[in-house]
C-alpha cells in the first residue's frame, strides 16, 4: 500500500502525541487506530502497524522508568514472559471471540477505573496492604489482561494500573512504571504473530514508531516529575474518552441500546 507523504507526516505526528500519553496513562491507541482507519488502512493492517508503534513506546517508556530504578525486576521479567504470552495467545484468538462482548465489557470497566482512582483521594503516594500475593497475580491477572491486550486492545495500560493499586497495593507512580513492562510485554507478543502473518506495513510502522518513542519518553518524564498530580487526572480522563469512544462504535451493543432508548425517549417527550 502507497502512503502519501503528507499522510505519513500527519500519522508520524498523531504517534508521537499517543506516546506521549501512552507512557502516563495509556489509551494512545485512541489516537493512533482512528487516525490509520481514516488513513483507509486496511483494519488488520491497521492493527498489526500499530501494534508496532505502540511495542515502540511502551519499550522506550520501560527504559525510561528503569533507569530511575522504578520497576521491579525481580518480579518484573517473570510477569512481563506471562503477559507476552497472554498477548500471543489474544493475537491468535482474534478470530474466534465474539467481539461484541469486549465493545460492551471494556467502556463499561474503563468508567469503574476512572471512577475508582478519581474516589480514591489517598491512593495517590503511599503503598497500601496488598489483596493476593505475587504469584497468584502474575498467574491470574496479567496473563488475562495480556491476552485481552492481543485480542482487542483499549484500555489495557489502564487495566494493569488498576490492578497493581488494587491488587498489589502500589502507588499509582509505581504502578505507572510496572504497567508499562507488563504492557510491553503484551504488546510485543501480539506484534509477533501480527509480523509472522504479514500484516505490518512497515515503513508506516517504522516512522510512526520512530515519533512514538521520542512522545514516551517525554511523556515518562513528565510523570516522573509531576507524579500524581498529572498521572491520576490524565488516567481518569483518557479512561472517560476511551469509553465513550467504545460506545460510539459501530457494532457496540450497549451504545445501539442507548441509543436506541434515547431516540424513543426524545420522540416520547416532542409527543408530549
Do not use: H
Request: charged fraction near 10%; charge should be positive; hydrophobic fraction near 55%.
Amino acid at each position: 500500500m502507497e502512503i502519501e507523504l503528507s499522510t505519513l507526516l500527519a500519522l508520524a505526528l498523531i504517534a508521537l502525541l499517543a506516546g506521549f500519553f501512552d507512557a502516563i496513562a495509556g489509551g494512545g491507541g485512541l489516537l493512533t487506530l482512528p487516525a490509520l482507519f481514516i488513513s483507509g488502512v486496511d483494519p488488520l493492517a491497521a492493527m498489526a502497524t500499530n501494534k508496532l508503534q505502540a511495542s515502540s513506546a511502551s519499550v522506550s517508556a520501560v527504559w525510561a522508568f528503569a533507569r530511575k530504578r522504578m520497576i521491579r525486576w525481580r518480579d518484573g521479567l517473570p510477569m512481563a514472559a506471562l503477559s507476552f504470552a497472554g498477548g500471543v495467545g489474544g493475537a491468535l484468538s482474534i478470530s474466534l471471540l465474539d467481539k461484541a462482548i469486549l465493545q460492551a465489557c471494556a467502556p463499561v470497566l474503563l468508567i469503574a477505573v476512572a471512577g475508582y482512582f478519581a474516589l480514591s483521594p489517598k491512593l495517590d503516594e503511599q503503598e497500601r496492604k496488598r489483596k493476593v500475593s505475587t504469584a497468584c497475580f502474575a498467574a491470574t491477572v496479567v496473563p488475562l489482561i495480556g491476552f485481552y491486550d492481543g485480542i482487542f486492545g483499549p484500555g489495557t495500560g489502564s487495566f494493569f494500573m488498576i490492578a497493581f493499586t488494587l491488587l498489589m497495593g502500589q502507588n499509582i507512580l509505581q504502578a505507572v512504571s510496572n504497567s508499562k513492562l507488563l504492557n510491553a510485554a503484551c504488546n510485543l507478543g501480539a506484534l509477533s504473530v501480527f509480523a509472522l502473518s504479514g500484516s505490518v506495513i512497515w515503513p508506516l510502522a517504522l516512522s510512526m514508531a520512530a515519533c512514538a518513542i521520542i512522545g514516551a519518553q517525554a511523556g515518562a518524564r513528565c510523570a516522573l516529575y509531576f507524579g500524581s498530580r498529572l498521572i491520576k487526572p490524565l488516567l481518569i480522563s483518557v479512561c472517560g474518552l476511551m469509553a465513550i469512544k467504545l460506545l460510539l462504535d459501530d457494532g457496540n451493543p450497549i451504545g445501539e441500546w442507548l441509543q436506541q432508548n434515547w431516540v424513543t425517549y426524545s420522540n416520547y417527550w416532542q409527543v408530549n
